[in-house]
């Protein structure tokens, strides 16, 4: 079974950046649609962007033009660019292998001054 493990995140100002890693421990990463959730506190896990074999995107409205997916097919790595953080941005981030029940474990993204 494919394992997905997150790295990145922490805390950021508003106006700052992160970025969001999520490594694949298998080949197949290439073969799927990759996509990343968030999940604020009290809130519903919502859609976040998603990026196809063939490096198409989509993105939330909430994030378009901040936030910029890509994948590294050689590297079995998914990543997520934050730019010009909210604070209501502050939620816990999942990577996942689209049409699998394959997710990371979560990654904490905290955007306070």
């Known amino acids: 079974q494919v394992q997905l493990v997150q790295s990145g995140g922490g805390l950021g100002q508003p106006g700052g950046s992160l970025r969001l890693s999520c490594a694949a421990s298998?080949?197949?990463?290439?073969?799927?649609?990759m996509i990343w959730f968030r999940q604020a506190p009290g809130r519903q896990r919502e859609w976040v962007t998603t990026i196809t074999t063939t490096g198409a995107t989509a993105y939330a409205s909430s994030v378009k033009g901040r936030f910029t997916v890509s994948r590294d097919n050689a590297k079995n790595t998914l990543y997520l660019q934050m730019n010009s953080l909210k604070p209501e941005d502050t939620a816990v981030y999942f990577c996942n292998m689209a049409g699998k029940n394959v997710w990371g474990q979560g990654t904490q993204v905290t955007v306070s001054s």
């Open positions: 298998d080949s197949i990463f290439s073969d799927y649609t």
